[in-house]
C-alpha cells in the first residue's frame, strides 16, 4: 500500500501565502497520479487539484485557478499545493490522495489512498 503524510498546514492572513507538501511512501511506483481536496467544516470534500505522476498534466478547481500551483518531485516522492492570495474561505481540512489507476483525477473516486489532512486557517 500507500502511505501520504501532509505538511505544511497553520495559520496566515489574507492575501498571504503558503505551501503544503505530502510525502509518499511504500508502493509509490503504483502512483498514477496525486491530487489535493479539502474539507471546510459543515461541507463535503472538494477537488483543488491534481497531477499526473510521471506524464505532469495539471487539473485545478476553478474556485483556487491562477492562485494555487500544484508540482511534483518524482524522485522525492513529494506533491507540492504552492497556494498565495489566501482568502477566509480557503480555511479547511486539506488532504493528500495518491490513484493508481486512469481515471477521472477531479472526483474523490479516482483515489485508493489518503493522508490525514492538515488544517489551513486563513484570518480576515
Known amino acids: 500500500q500507500v502511505q501520504l503524510v501532509e505538511s505544511g498546514g497553520g495559520l496566515v492572513q489574507a492575501g498571504g501565502s503558503l505551501r503544503l507538501s505530502c510525502a509518499a511512501s511504500g508502493r509509490t511506483l503504483s502512483i498514477y497520479a496525486m491530487g489535493w481536496f479539502r474539507q471546510a467544516p459543515g461541507k463535503e470534500r472538494e477537488f483543488v487539484a491534481a497531477?499526473?505522476?510521471?506524464?505532469?498534466?495539471?487539473y485545478y478547481a476553478d474556485s483556487v485557478k491562477g492562485r494555487v500551483t500544484i508540482s511534483r518531485d518524482n524522485v522525492e516522492n513529494t506533491v507540492f499545493l504552492q497556494m498565495s492570495s489566501l482568502k477566509p474561505e480557503d480555511t479547511a481540512v486539506y488532504y493528500c490522495?495518491?490513484?493508481?489507476?486512469?481515471?477521472?483525477?477531479?472526483?474523490?473516486?479516482?483515489?485508493?489512498?489518503w493522508g490525514q489532512g492538515t488544517q489551513v486557517t486563513v484570518s480576515s
Open positions: 497531477i499526473r505522476w510521471y506524464g505532469g498534466s495539471t
Open positions: 490522495a495518491a490513484g493508481v489507476a486512469p481515471g477521472v483525477v477531479v472526483v474523490t473516486g479516482a483515489y485508493r489512498y
